[in-house]
């Protein structure tokens, strides 16, 4: 493999990383993977992982495409034991997908929407972190993707916002649950510019607005994002469990 000016902390490991064809999910793969891991990259839809997969093949990562719809029970056990039974091992899972059906007020939100925030945001992560908890290597570390949202839900975004202040809460109960061998952080990003947030850089007045909350004058890139992953799982970061690294440009968190 040619340099990729990164440090190779992460030679030998094994990552899940779930939601990984585009956006954070697949810059933390490529990002994990150029420094030394073996990635399995995975989403709904088998047309994606496969584009996916030959782009990291292609900066000559070792990587396994598994298609994966969270939600679905099935498509999680078969993505811990295809990892398995490929890699022999599993050191890092990094639960990222998420969805944001509707941007209606709580007050207004149908017990649909609020079943499927539910279910993806919350639910589907913890489900997969049960069914790979008893593969996690010691020195093993598991990753919650939550959102700046989560500190402070906005009115466009308000449910949303609260299952990701939840992952906050469920950070701290998990990394308890696993610890001493296995970290669990999570990553509470700001705004990148990507499928899933499309709509707030469709309008000019909003993108504007949520500019001018960060202190860097810019919004994130998903490689930001992949760089505090890679920092976290790494050994770098071997005394930090159970916190929440906000990745905003300095967007208000907590004091
Ligand atoms: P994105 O670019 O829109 O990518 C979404 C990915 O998720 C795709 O690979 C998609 O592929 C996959 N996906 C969608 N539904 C899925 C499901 N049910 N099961 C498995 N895979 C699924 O998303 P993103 O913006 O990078 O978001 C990633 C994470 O970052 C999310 O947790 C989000 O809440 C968080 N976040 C994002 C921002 C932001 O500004 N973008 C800010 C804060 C937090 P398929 O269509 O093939 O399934």
New binding site residues.
């Given amino acids: 493999m040619a340099s990729s000016g990164f440090p190779r902390r992460l030679n030998g490991k094994v990552a899940i990383i ?10 933390t793969a490529r990002r994990l993977g150029l420094e030394g891991a073996s990635v399995v990259v ?8 496969d584009e ?1 997969v030959e782009k990291l093949k292609a900066e000559g990562i070792t990587v396994l495409g598994i ?6 029970g099935e ?1 999680r056990r078969n993505l811990i034991k295809s990892t398995i039974d490929r890699f022999g091992r599993l050191d890092i899972l990094v ?6 059906p509707s941007i209606d007020p709580i007050l207004n939100m149908s017990e649909a929407a609020m079943d499927k925030l539910w279910d ?2 919350i639910k ?1 992560g913890i489900l997969l972190i049960q069914e790979a908890a008893s593969h996690l290597a010691d020195g093993g570390s598991v990753i919650l ?5 989560g500190f402070n839900p906005q009115r466009t975004l308000a449910m ?1 916002g609260v299952t ?1 202040t939840a992952l906050f809460g469920l950070t701290k109960a998990l990394a308890a649950e696993l610890a001493p061998n296995v970290r669990v952080n999570c ?12 709509f ?1 850089f469709q309008h000019e007045d909003t993108k504007e607005e949520v500019k001018s909350q960060t202190l860097l004058d810019r ?2 890139s ?1 490689d930001d ?1 992949a760089a505090a992953v890679a920092f976290l799982v790494s050994n770098d970061a071997a005394y930090i469990t159970g916190e929440v690294l906000p990745v ?1 440009g300095g967007m208000p968190s907590r004091l």
Avoid at 18 to 27: D, K, P
Avoid at 42 to 49: E, L, M
């Fill in positions: 779930t939601a990984s064809t585009q956006g954070i999910g697949f810059a995975s989403s709904r839809k088998q047309n994606n992982v996916a298609p994966c719809h969270v939600g679905n498509h639960s990222n997908a998420a969805v944001s993806i945001n589907s993707i939550s959102s700046i949202a949303y990701k990553v509470a990003p700001g705004f990148v510019h990507t499928h899933l947030s499309d707030i919004f994130g998903a994002m905003s």
